[in-house]
């Protein structure tokens, strides 16, 4: 080797020692950073401890079903979804434990499979709504949401009511059970509402994905609930917040009828500090339930702890693979770092100050921390060189004669020790041992994900000269499980069995009269109920049974009150173990079902029956004080011939509820009909009058609707009369 080489190299190791020195003094400050919120999380729950939780019950679900459901929106911007929103929609509809919500999906002009897939939901999910953005995609998440805001402002108008939140999802979030009601119980005390977010776990060797579940675990089990109780101010992660109508208002005050800012790529992020600006009330909701079967689903392992595991939340799949990782934290460093900086400043208040100053930090923190490794990975390989090739040239240790450094990395190493216990502890308490014990190799990978979305973003901001320009990157979404499945419409069913022509179907629907195309086949007598009624249960991949609505089992119709099924247009016909088995006419949303389930204290399951059948047993079991005489005699007559089948049948298919008939006649939209209903309460005012108090028909199309059910009743009471 020569002496030249040797001098150059004593160079180099002189220069690293006092690299070594900088950086171990910065990673000390940012240490120091990390400590304080440490002190202060663990110093909060230690007082917690003894001055609250030691002479007060805590709080559980019960205290949430003590609140009367208020109207909800969730948002939903959708862009490249296909597959992704049905199958939101129909686990929402399953799992959520509320019924008084809306799902609105944003889509855009040119994405027509989007569009085409939120459609078929909103055929079988009444509370979900299409919404189709002013302007092509992808534009911001912040347009979109826009959009929807619109869309929902005019379904109140037409609705008649007015909704208590707003809701952030995306479309592959995967909803807590209790979330809805969570929300409902501190509207609208609190005008943003964010509750944790919890990633799914990868597989071990996935480390990209995995960096995401340490870094929420740590985030929002410990930081964001120190940055509330410093400062009161609490930043949305874009999903599972809530904002209120006040907060809304204001919003949409201040931006001239735009609430979200199109141009920035974090909104949310920026309307925590606009909200806090306004004085609104903010809040970090950590809110733990007691029923297993009330929280989002996952295996029990070792070191989980129930409190953490139980929480209400949101769980998603974050992206898998480094681009795509790199891509979404750009986007984010660039809205909170750089558009953030300039849209928001600084804070007249110290202490939100230093969190700006947390969240801001990145571009030195992630570049020191990237430093850091290699200046480790290349002192690691000195050292290998000396075990390997003893005789090699030896020099001093970087570490000699400097007692600052040797001092600094005894601290630093001290603090690394507590950050790898801190998030190691917070990841087991959710996820168990196992995923806290790979939080350690995966923080070294976090930098390096994290520096490349720095250099990523900065990258960009320097090419488009201003932050503002910079283009929302969309993240591609990934949901747990995906059903998709296609639904041949009714009359083609009925064709491909042989049971109807092309003529008669093209007749059917092209009546002048708008019934919906099962009742009208019947009044034409080309198939009979139970044709039908095999049929639809074909179509809708559902149970059905034939049903005599006046040999039910009075003990069975005991068990549901007067006002459930009337509301719900359901009769109890069996039990199978614990779950009741209720009929209906036509599909029952999960979401009803689920309220169904909440009153009668039980599990139920629905089954369709034929045309007719269902209505005749709620008129028949659960007479209205208001029933006229016409009704009670033809039940009379029926009753006394309740084994004459042709009776039933020809009777069954002249019966129609006044709901329906306002839906068909094009009189009351399903969607706001369905809205209607939620508050309706049949013991105190009729159908008919309730629409009309909601400002949703008049009292002459009430009439004219109530002449064309009577037509149709005639025609009942004249077979009736036949048999007498």
């Avoid at 663990?42 to 609250?52: D, E, N």
């Avoid at 089948?645 to 939209?669: D, K, T």
């Avoid at 400002?695 to 004249?718: D, H, K, P, S």
Wanted: aromatic residues 10%.
């Amino acid at each position: 080797m020569s002496l030249g080489f040797v001098d150059f190299f004593a160079y180099v190791l002189f220069g690293l020692k006092y690299l070594a020195i900088t950086l171990a003094l910065l990673m000390f400050v940012l240490g120091l950073d990390d400590l304080f919120i440490d002190v202060v999380y663990w110093s909060r729950k230690l007082i917690r401890r003894w001055r609250i939780y030691e002479k007060f019950e805590r709080a559980d679900e019960q205290r949430l079903y003590a609140i009367a459901e208020k109207p909800l929106a969730i948002m939903v911007p959708a862009w490249n979804e296909v597959g992704v929103v049905g199958e939101m929609a129909r686990l929402a509809a399953s799992t959520i434990d509320y019924e008084n919500y809306q799902i609105f999906v944003g889509t855009y002009p040119n994405d027509a499979e989007t569009q085409a897939d939120v459609d078929a939901v909103c055929r079988h999910y009444p509370n979900v709504h299409k919404v189709v953005c002013a302007r092509p995609g992808p534009t911001s998440k912040a347009d979109c949401l826009n959009n929807i805001i619109d869309a929902i402002l005019r379904f109140e108008s037409e609705a008649r009511i007015q909704f208590a939140g707003f809701i952030l999802h995306d479309a592959e979030d995967v909803i807590s059970p209790m979330e809805l009601r969570l929300y409902n119980y501190l509207l609208p005390n609190k005008d943003l509402i964010q509750i944790p977010v919890y990633p799914y776990a990868p597989e071990w060797k996935g480390f990209t994905a995995g960096h995401y579940v340490d870094e929420f675990a740590e985030n929002h089990g410990k930081d964001v609930i120190v940055r509330e109780a410093l400062t009161g101010q609490v930043p949305s992660a874009g999903v599972g917040t809530c904002f209120s109508r006040k907060a809304i208002s204001a919003l949409l005050e201040d931006g001239d009828g735009i609430a979200f800012d199109v141009q920035s790529l974090t909104e949310d992020y920026d309307i925590g500090f606009r909200l806090k600006q306004k004085g609104m009330k903010c809040i970090f909701a950590r809110y733990s339930v007691t029923d297993p079967k009330l929280a989002l689903e996952q295996p029990w392992v070792f070191g989980m702890n129930r409190a953490f595991s139980q929480v209400i939340c949101v769980r998603e799949h974050f992206p898998r693979d480094l681009q795509h990782a790199i891509r979404q934290k750009s986007r984010w460093i660039v809205g909170i770092v750089f558009q953030g900086t300039k849209n928001l400043g600084w804070s007249p208040h110290g202490l939100l100050n230093y969190f700006l100053w947390r969240d801001r930090r990145g571009l030195i923190a992630y570049l020191l921390s990237f430093l850091v490794n290699l200046l480790f990975l290349v002192l690691l390989a000195m050292w290998l060189v000396t075990i390997i090739s003893p005789n090699a040239w030896r020099y001093p240790s970087i570490l000699s004669e400097s007692a600052l450094l040797r001092t600094l990395l005894w601290l630093n190493g001290l603090m690394l020790l507590n950050r790898l216990f801190q998030r190691g502890w917070f990841v087991t308490r959710y996820y168990g041992l196992w995923e806290g014990l790979l939080s350690a190799p995966r923080m070294m990978w976090s930098n390096f994900v994290n520096f490349f979305a720095n250099l990523r973003a900065l990258r960009q901001v320097m090419e488009m000269g201003d932050s503002r320009r910079v283009a929302w990157d969309k993240t591609t979404h990934e949901f747990p499980a995906l059903t998709k499945a296609h639904r041949t419409p009714l009359g083609h069913r009925l064709v491909e069995k042989g049971l109807l022509t092309e003529e008669q179907l093209e007749a059917a629907i092209t009546n002048p009269i708008r019934r919906r195309l099962g009742h009208e086949l019947l009044l034409r007598e080309h198939i009979n109920s139970t044709q039908l009624v095999e049929t639809l249960a074909e179509q809708l991949d559902m149970d059905w049974a034939p049903l005599n609505p006046f040999k039910l089992d009075k003990r069975l119709i005991e068990l549901v009150p007067r006002k459930v099924a009337s509301h719900y247009g359901v009769l109890p016909v069996a039990e199978e173990g614990d779950t009741l088995i209720l009929a209906s006419e036509g599909p029952v949303s999960q979401v009803s079902l689920g309220a169904i389930s909440r009153q009668l204290k039980r599990p139920v399951r629905c089954r369709l029956a034929p045309q007719g059948r269902v209505t005749l047993g709620i008129r028949y079991w659960y007479a209205s004080p208001r029933q006229n005489e016409d009704v009670h005699h033809m039940l009379e007559v029926l009753e006394r011939h309740q084994d004459d089948e042709y009776l039933l049948e020809r009777v069954s298919h002249h019966q129609i509820l006044l709901g329906n008939l306002l839906q068909v006649r094009g009189m009351v939209p399903p969607s706001l009909f369905n809205q209607a209903l939620i508050d309706f309460d049949a013991e105190h005012m009729s159908l008919g009058q309730h629409l009309i108090s909601r400002g949703m028909i008049t009292q002459e199309v009430l009439e004219q609707a109530l002449v064309e059910q009577a037509n149709e009743q005639q025609a009942a009471y004249r077979i009736v009369r036949e048999v007498e």
